[in-house]
């Protein structure tokens, strides 16, 4: 090996190390207690209200929905539609137009689903602890995320947890567009009962529905 080929070799093995060590152990301690805490779980269920935000352009819009997770599937309801994942396929049902979209389950995708926001930070993100909080007289500790990706749509993602239980709270995603969306965590139930048709669509169930296959 030349000189030049191993000088290069210490500076990519300096490099890793200083990039590993960029993550902050106080905040990837209380993210894995965090991160276990929801996946001993066989599925969880939660009411939730989401703001979307966008200073710039002056919107702002409130929503509220509920949703069952387990592992990566999930069912959400929320404003007149449903969204249902096994982890393979994804449905889409628009209640007033009485039509369902199918496309693939994108577990690649920038955008983050339901069932990611408990491991996301495992794999492409950096996270650091920020500060602890006292909100409704809770103790929250909050930790941002930031991905490695340039090129991802979201700028950072800032996580409330409560030091009590490890639950999250709350949690703010910021992206390039200008979007800022809010999410906070209400009713939380642990192992709610799911069944083979909690994380699949029936047609059945929607007479008449329009089918639009994007796969």
Known sequence: MTTKSFSLLAL?????LSAAAQQDPKAGKILDAMSAKYQALNAFGASFTQTLENPSAKV???????????GKKFHLKM???EVINDGKTT???LKNENEVNIADADGDSQDMSPSQIYT???KGYKYAYVQQVQEGGEALDVIELTPEDR???VIKVRLKVRKKDQTVKSWQ???KNGNQYSFTIKNFKPNPPVTATTFAFDKADHKGVKVVDLR
């Open 79 to 81: 404003n007149g539609q």
């Open 91 to 93: 449905w889409t049902y």
């Open 120 to 122: 996301m930070y495992k």
């Open 12 to 16: 990519s093995a300096t490099l890793a």
């Open 60 to 70: 702002k819009q409130n929503m509220s929905g509920d949703i069952v997770v387990s």
């Open 173 to 175: 995603m910021f992206k």
């Open 151 to 153: 090129t991802n749509e």
